[in-house]
């Protein structure tokens, strides 16, 4: 079965540009994570999806917002990008309904900020 | 606020031994622990999940074991192999207080070299 999708899988943008990123999950997941990830740091939950509605969140900056939709795909909007938001950002995701909530995790995009 | 700590930071050790990784949190409270492998740059592969309720959990030359009363969780990898060189993060899922989130280490870099 295929795994949890990203796109793009780079991404180079300016200062004060914005910049979307795609999530798709696993078939019949009906929850999604992002999280963000600086050199040589652990991942850092930005925020969280459930059938839709945001469920969590957690240090997502006022300039990013994200959002799920109708087919369970989220995108991550980031605006006014800063240099410090050079990082890889990872999507996940896990079936609520299952009771061991594991999380498979994309293979992240890159995003440079120059 | 839950502290998930890693020990050792960094390991680097010759092909065929057997090796422990430390993994230790604050609050014991927690749903499950899930073991991930990232190769550099890349995304997270989960290796292993424990339940709560569980003791451990194996999976080929990898064993996951749980004292949640203690806050700590090894993994064991028998036999490295060069291909084993890669960080590997813990995650702790909490329980109970509606928050799905894991906590993540900061991860044992791993070098097995030949």
């Known amino acids: 079965a295929a795994g949890v999708i990203q796109s793009p899988r780079h991404l180079i943008k300016e200062k004060r540009e914005t910049a979307t990123l795609k999530c798709y999950p696993i078939s019949r997941h009906d929850t999604v994570y992002w999280y963000q990830q600086g050199p040589g740091q652990d991942p850092q939950f930005l925020i969280s999806f459930y059938e839709k509605m945001q469920s969590d969140k957690g240090s997502i900056p006022d300039r990013f917002s994200a959002q799920q939709f109708s087919d369970y795909h989220s995108e991550l909007n980031m605006s006014s990008l800063e240099l410090g938001d050079s990082a890889l950002y990872f999507c996940?995701?896990?079936?609520?309904?299952?009771?061991?909530?594991?999380?498979?995790f994309g293979p992240g995009t890159r995003l440079t900020v120059t | 606020k839950q502290e998930v700590t890693q020990i050792p930071a960094a390991l680097s050790v010759p092909e065929g031994e057997n090796l422990v990784l430390n993994c230790s949190f604050t609050?014991?409270?927690?749903?499950?622990l899930q073991w991930f492998r990232q190769d550099p740059g890349k995304g997270l592969t989960s290796l292993l999940l424990?339940?709560?309720?569980?003791r451990e959990q194996t999976s080929g030359r990898l064993n996951a074991s749980l004292d949640k009363s203690s806050g700590r969780s090894t993994l064991y990898i028998a036999a490295s192999q060069p291909g084993d060189s890669a960080t590997y993060l813990c995650?702790?899922?909490?329980?109970?207080?509606?928050?799905?989130?894991?906590?993540f280490g900061r991860g044992t870099s791993l070098i097995v070299h030949p």
């Open positions: 609050d014991s409270a927690i749903y499950n």
């Open positions: 995650a702790v899922r909490p329980l109970g207080g509606g928050s799905y989130i894991p906590t």
């Open positions: 424990i339940q709560s309720s569980q």
């Open positions: 996940a995701s896990s079936l609520r309904g299952w009771e061991d909530y594991e999380q498979y």
